[in-house]
């Protein structure tokens, strides 16, 4: 199921980082160095506080913004909550659903997942749905098994047309935030199993179409083999991406 043809996203994860004042000369700052490189798409997910400076800071470039999580009702007693059309109102394109920090830390779970990504795609917004395994899970050798039920349950009720809107981001628990690094070889595995799992449920097409991500401490350094992989395209950037050179080297690998 080879085509080059899909458009890369490389985007940011910064996490609980960076104020609005410390996000705003990031931008420009990155801005400085990825302009002109128009072979991917460039997100920043940043958190909720920093979105109006950041969509001000971005007005006119070529990088879009992301947020980091979005409720899955309209609007109503959810204190502390946001919902898609106030991130779409708010300048907003991109959003992050089941990370494993939200699945681990706060309660998200595949039901969650599942109905973040309805009403995010239902707003407008790109999602980006996390899935990967836990260390344990690997060692068990049933990363295949976790990894497509989550795709499964993430993409209940969805349609094939709704994949155009929707990215799948393949992100080992292990290799988030520890420096280590699924090898290409292990990460085209798994994202080559997500696509045929997107295969078996709307078509070849559709699969052939989709966006799906590697993330987990992907870097300057091995950016270009991991995304050179054949099922790879594009990356969900955490650490990295706080650093303007480190992200610009990692756009500079998917052009
Ligand atoms: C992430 O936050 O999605 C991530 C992959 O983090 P890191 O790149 O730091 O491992």
Redesign the pocket.
Known sequence: MSSRKRRPVIAG?W?MNMTPSQAKEFISELYDKVKGKRGCDIVVCVPAIDIPAVVKACAGKSIKVGAQNVHFEKSGAYTGEISADMLTDAGVKYVVIG?S?RRQYFGETDDTVNKRTKAAVAAGLTAIV?VGEVLAEREAGITSEVVSRQVKLALLGLAAEDMSKIII?Y?PVW????GKTATAEQAEEVCALIRNVIAEKYGKQTAKETIVQY????NAKNAAELLAMENIDGG??????LKAADFSVIVEAAQ
């Open positions: 994860n996490k990370h920090e996390c981001a992100e290799a988030i935030g520890t993330g987990g401490s992907m969900l950037i955490g650490g990295a991406s």
